[in-house]
């Protein structure tokens, strides 16, 4: 029997030193309970379409250098965080001054503040769902802070871009927690991109702890270069009447993987997930949700679309688990996926698992292709049977791309899906 391949001690030297002490008490504490852990296999439930995809090599295993300037994120007005290989860049920065939000730095924090960090890290998060997350963990070199204060409200989006420096190997370990106070209000933009092209590895967590009647949109980018692999994970967590919205746009590359998780803890919470993902070539994407109903009177909106072309693989699992006490909850779940090629590959798992009795819920996934006649009807009409594929392709996942709250993320997004189709469908 061969045995199981093993996360190397390599991956469990983090260079930097710079964080507060609670903060680095914590880092070496996850990192010591990672030693000898297993990596993924194709006998690992959550991995096994992924598993092939993963490498784990020594040579990514040292951090890239924090040194060097970052490259531009989305090119729009408003409030901006920039991250370089995982370590927040405050000169290529531009922070909010509004009363009752504070955006800090995990280096810049002080020994109180980094102590109560350090005991909410973690906590949105299922670590036996999400193994890599605790790597993140063991691996962080700074991280961005954000604290709402009750009723605060960010009139802006808070763009934070998070740029990975690939003209070396290594990896890059982004961290973000989020503090939405009491009936507080903010919308984040997260945009992963890369300049660069040696191998890397991003592996990034993002989470949100919402307070009674708190909004939080979070609109997540996954642009990165095709020589980087991406692990990341979000995890929410709801209160009382808070609602938690979100939007993931992912491109496909060597290995891209997103576990979002949320649950919904207090009566009247709410949570919306839209997701979308094209991948092209040889690329892969593996989309995992697990949507936890634990109190009663909640609601939970979740619709993911996936495109593959060529001989690329994408993946989606989708979970709503509605507990003893969640009674009175609403949930749908709706996954459709669209293959543009006899050589690519989607594999969908929905899933809904419910011990209440009083609940109104639903779940459903499709796979198919383009329509013949659809398509023939668009090329009588006089449009290239190149347009009107990419038209039709295009009408499939614009309503998820419609719903992106923020104009000019949308517009990129279009713009960015546009060349995919220009590059997809390149015959006459």
């Known amino acids: 029997m061969i045995a199981a391949p093993k996360l190397s001690s390599t991956f469990l030297q983090p260079s930097g030193n710079t964080l507060p002490e609670p903060l680095l008490a914590l880092r070496k504490q996850r990192g010591t309970a990672l030693v000898d852990m297993p990596l993924p296999t194709r006998k690992t439930e959550n991995w096994k379409y992924s598993s092939r995809y993963l490498k784990m090599d020594d040579v990514l295993a040292p951090s890239l250098p924090a ?20 370590i927040m860049v405050p000169e290529a920065s531009d922070y909010p001054d ?5 955006i800090q730095s995990f280096a ?5 503040e980094a102590r109560e960090l350090a005991e909410r890290l973690d906590n949105t998060l299922d670590s036996t769902a999400v193994q890599l997350a605790r790597l993140n963990s063991a691996r962080f070199e700074d991280g961005l802070y954000i604290r709402l204060n009750a009723d605060a409200v960010l009139d802006q989006p808070l763009y934070i871009v998070c740029e990975t420096d690939a003209n070396s190997p290594g990896s890059a370990y982004p961290r973000i927690y989020v503090d939405a106070g009491r009936h507080s209000k903010i919308t984040l933009v997260e945009e992963y991109i890369t300049s660069g092209a040696e191998s890397a590895m991003v592996n990034t967590v993002t989470e949100f702890a919402l307070s009674e009647g708190a909004q939080v949109t979070s609109i997540r980018l996954a642009l990165d270069g095709d020589t980087v692999q991406h692990i990341g994970a979000t995890g929410a967590r709801l209160k009382n009447n808070a609602r938690f919205e979100s939007h993931t746009v992912g491109f496909g590359g060597p290995l891209r993987r997103h576990d979002l998780q949320v649950r919904l803890e207090g009566p009247g919470a709410e949570c919306v997930l839209n997701g979308v993902v094209v991948t092209q070539g040889k690329q892969h994407y ?4 697990s949507i936890e109903h634990v109190a009663p009177h909640c609601n939970s909106e979740e619709t993911y679309r996936n495109i593959a072309a060529d001989e690329s693989h994408a993946i989606f699992n989708g979970r709503i688990h509605i507990h003893p006490d969640a009674q009175k909850s609403n949930a749908n779940m709706s996954n459709k996926n669209l293959l543009l090629s006899t050589g690519a590959e989607i594999d969908t798992k929905p899933e809904l698992e419910i011990y209440a009795d009083d609940v109104k819920c639903a779940h459903g996934a499709t796979v198919g292709q383009l329509n013949a006649d659809s398509i023939f ?14 038209l039709l392709s295009m009408a499939f996942i614009n309503e998820l791309v419609e719903r992106i709250p923020v104009e000019p ?7 960015r899906l546009n060349l995919f189709f220009e590059q997809t469908f390149n015959e006459a």
């Open 286 to 289: 593996d989309n995992h949700t």
């Open 98 to 102: 509004v009363e009752g939000i504070e």
């Open 377 to 390: 009807y668009l090329v009588s009409r006089g449009i290239g049977r190149r347009e009107a594929r990419a």
């Open 409 to 415: 993320v949308k517009e990129t997004v279009q713009a």
């Open 67 to 86: 040194a060097g300037k970052a490259g531009p994120g989305l090119a729009v007005a408003g409030y901006h965080v920039v991250f370089h290989n995982g």
């Open 108 to 112: 810049d924090l002080d020994d109180d």
